[in-house]
Structure formats: structure tokens, C-alpha cells
């Protein structure tokens, strides 16, 4: 079923333990396509220009964090994590429709923009190029995105704990600290019966931080614009784009081909 602007949709039901509805737009633009994909979790990610400073007072994560909620609320996508550093931010949401997560960044990007160049005197390029993002499949990758998004202060050496870094979706997940911004995905909401056994259960995944090898998994996912799950979920998304949803090797054949069965 072709969609507007030369995209195609196709209706399609993940594999994964907690089967999620979506559709999915592969962008015909010569660049690489960005996966697109309604009622999925994302991951994003938005770097400053020349890895530069984003944010400059208190104030302008305060301003952020309201032009994100208004960004996410007219577009109809549910913010699950955030973490937004001094040079770099960090999403996690799933849209209701297939070009949110794209909406989203738009509006919030243009709005962030004029409001820093108005505020701080400033002019020119805030953002380096378009933000990175990639589809997040089963439970344990989605819990593992988050994880990676709110103990990235503590990778930093900014904080001891992810509890002690204020711009962060952690306070809300973990301790219930309210928070506007914040919708929990069905996956948090499974983790307990009550209020406080999901934050005490969300509390136990962060007793081991992600290691160096999941950290190299998620960043290669979303730089590379890759789905960021199992072998049988990224040649499921393949099978449907026609296209390599894992990272290749240069020099080495991939071990496994679009149309192949897992």
C-alpha cells in the first residue's frame, strides 16, 4: 500500500515475545531509509554540532523537557525514557503513527533552536545533521535501551548513581519522582501489580549496569539507522524492507541474506 511522499506502508505483526502491531515506511530518498515504524519503541539520539555544548543554564533543560512533552502529546508518541546531557539527548518513545518519531524531533528541534539563539545571543547551527534512531524489539532490549539511556550520566562520570543526575527519566521510573514528560510502556507496567513493585522491579535491573558489549550493540543499532533486537527480529524486519537491517562486516559477505528464513 503506497503512503504519501513515495513511502510504503506495510502492515505487519513482530515475532517477539510481546507481539506489537505496527506499520512500517521505508523512505524511497537516496540517502540511507530510516525505519519508520508506528507502535514500536525507538531509540534516538541527537547530538550537538561538532559534539558541542546543547544546553547552557538549567533553564534550557527546563524548556526542553516542556517543548518535548508538547512535541510528543501533538504527535501522538509516548516518551518511556529520556536523558538529555550537555551535548547530546537521549529518547525513548514509541509512536502511535509511522512518521512520529521524525514529527517529534522536527518540532522540538526548531523550537529548541529559536529559543536558545534567543535566549543566549547566539547564532547558527545548534544540531549535527539529522537525529540517529533505530527500532527496539523484545523485552530485554527495550529494558536494556533504557538502562543505557538513564545510567549514561554515570558512564559519564557526571553522577555516582543515575538517581543523582536531574535530567532524567530515572527518578520516575525507578522512584516515582512525578514527571510530566513520562508515559510507562505496557512492558513497565508488567513488572509489578502495584506502583511500588514496578519501581522496585525496575530498581533491581539497574544493580548491573550495561556492559561494553550491549553498549557497542545499541550504539551500532542507532547510528547505523539498524533494528536493535534479535537475529529473528532483525530478519523480520528485513524480510519485510528488502533490505540489511544488521550491521555488515567490509570485505566479509553477510552471514545472513534479505529473504532468509530465522
Known amino acids: 500500500m503506497k503512503g504519501k511522499r513515495g513511502q510504503t506502508t506495510i502492515n505487519m505483526l513482530t515475532s517477539a515475545p510481546h507481539p506489537i502491531p505496527m506499520h512500517l515506511q521505508v523512505s524511497t530518498m537516496p540517502r540511507r531509509p530510516r525505519l519508520s515504524l508506528a507502535a514500536m519503541p525507538f531509540h534516538l539520539i541527537q547530538r550537538g554540532n561538532n559534539r558541542g555544548a546543547c544546553f547552557f543554564a538549567e533553564s534550557d533543560y527546563t524548556f526542553y ?12 508518541a509516548s516518551l518511556h525514557a529520556y536523558c538529555l546531557m550537555t551535548n547530546h539527548v537521549h529518547l525513548l518513545l514509541t509512536p502511535a503513527e509511522a512518521d512520529g518519531p521524525s514529527l517529534v524531533m522536527k518540532r522540538l528541534g526548531q523550537r529548541y533552536v529559536q529559543y536558545v539563539n534567543r535566549t543566549h545571543g547566539r547564532s547558527g547551527t ?20 533504557a538502562r543505557y539511556i538513564e545510567s549514561n550520566p554515570v558512564r559519564a ?3 555516582a548513581q ?11 521510573n525507578a522512584l516515582g519522582q512525578p514527571d510530566p514528560s513520562v508515559t510507562p510502556h505496557e512492558l513497565y507496567e508488567a513488572l509489578g501489580s502495584t506502583p511500588e513493585a ?4 525496575y530498581r ?13 550493540e545499541i550504539r551500532s543499532a542507532t547510528n547505523g539507522g539498524f533494528a536493535l533486537g534479535s537475529e529473528t527480529f532483525q530478519q523480520h524486519i528485513a524480510n519485510l524492507t528488502g533490505r540489511r537491517t544488521w550491521r555488515g562486516h567490509p570485505g566479509r559477505p553477510a552471514s545472513r541474506e534479505v529473504g532468509q528464513v530465522v
Request: hydrophobic letters at 35%; charged letters at 25%; aromatic letters at 14%.
Open 65 to 76: 523537557l516542556n517543548e518535548l512533552k508538547a512535541a510528543c502529546q501533538a504527535h501522538r
Open 126 to 145: 545548534l544540531w549535527e545533521g539529522r537525529f540517529r534512531s533505530c527500532p527496539v524489539g523484545e523485552e530485554a532490549y527495550l529494558f536494556a535501551c
Open 157 to 159: 562520570n557526571m553522577v
Open 162 to 172: 543515575p538517581a543523582d543526575y536531574r535530567w532524567s527519566s530515572y527518578r520516575a
Open 198 to 201: 514496578r519501581l522496585s522491579a
Open 204 to 216: 533491581e535491573l539497574f544493580r548491573q549496569y550495561p556492559d561494553q558489549s550491549q553498549i557497542e
